[in-house]
């Protein structure tokens, strides 16, 4: 099984680039998704199968995950981005979510 | 379009029983699995189990192992979650979700979310 471990929050300025990790080992070993969870909503699907868009997410969203370390990354960062990011496998016998992490942009 | 929607919410007192139902539509009911997820005031997200609409066949964390019971019915493309003995510490929004891929193993994310049952145990 994998323990998924996320930095508690993120904080980017408009514009600019942010970068959410989420780390376990071997994590590379298996697929990733990624969800956004804005505030008083059910999370939405950003990234499945590590790197691909779901049909209506922007292509500002893309993801990668190698190694012990899968990381979603956000490019040119609006403020409609902002809320909770959870990483999340299938571990084998159960599905895993990470902490979440909480993307402030300001 | 593809949907989720889930039944009301809830107020309990501590050893009651629950039940949640979430009702499928826009597309081919037995095709994909449907996971449960629960979400704690201020939490993260917590896997509770899922069901295969197409056999009933179900399978829960292991922390929920003979308190959470999944069911479908095909008739009307409804699932539920029953939660027996419930405590204050299952007060919890509780969502199920659509899986991506038909297997149950997430490949493909949970990419349809019912908006959610608020459940409180006081």
């Known amino acids: 099984s994998y323990e998924l471990t996320q930095p508690p929050s993120v904080s980017v300025s408009p514009g600019q680039t942010a970068t959410i990790t989420c780390s376990a080992t071997?994590?590379?070993?298996?697929?990733i998704s990624w969800y956004l969870q804005r505030p008083g909503q059910s999370p939405e699907l950003v990234i499945y199968r590590d790197v691909w868009r779901p049909s209506g997410i922007p292509e500002r969203f893309s993801g990668s995950n190698s190694g012990n370390t899968a990381t979603l990354t956000i490019s040119g960062t609006q403020a409609v981005d902002e809320g909770d990011y959870y990483c999340q496998v299938w571990g084998g016998s159960s599905v895993v979510f990470g902490g979440g992490t909480k993307l402030t942009v300001l | 379009q593809v949907q989720l929607v889930q039944s009301g919410a809830e107020v309990k007192e501590p050893g009651a029983s629950l039940k949640v139902s979430c009702k499928a539509s826009g597309y081919t009911f037995t095709y994909y699995f449907i996971h449960w997820v629960r979400q704690a005031p201020g939490q993260g997200l917590e896997w509770m189990g899922w069901i295969n609409p197409k056999n009933g066949d179900t399978k829960h964390a292991q922390k929920f192992q003979g308190r959470v019971t999944m069911t479908r019915d095909t008739s009307t493309t409804t699932v539920y979650l029953d939660v027996s003995g419930l405590q204050s510490d299952d007060t919890a929004v509780y969502s199920c979700?659509?899986?991506?891929?038909?297997?149950?193993?997430?490949?493909?994310?949970?990419?349809?979310w019912g908006q959610g049952t608020t459940v409180t145990v006081s």
């Open positions: 979700a659509r899986d991506g891929e038909g297997r149950g193993y997430t490949i493909n994310g949970l990419d349809v």
């Open positions: 071997n994590l590379g070993n298996t697929y």
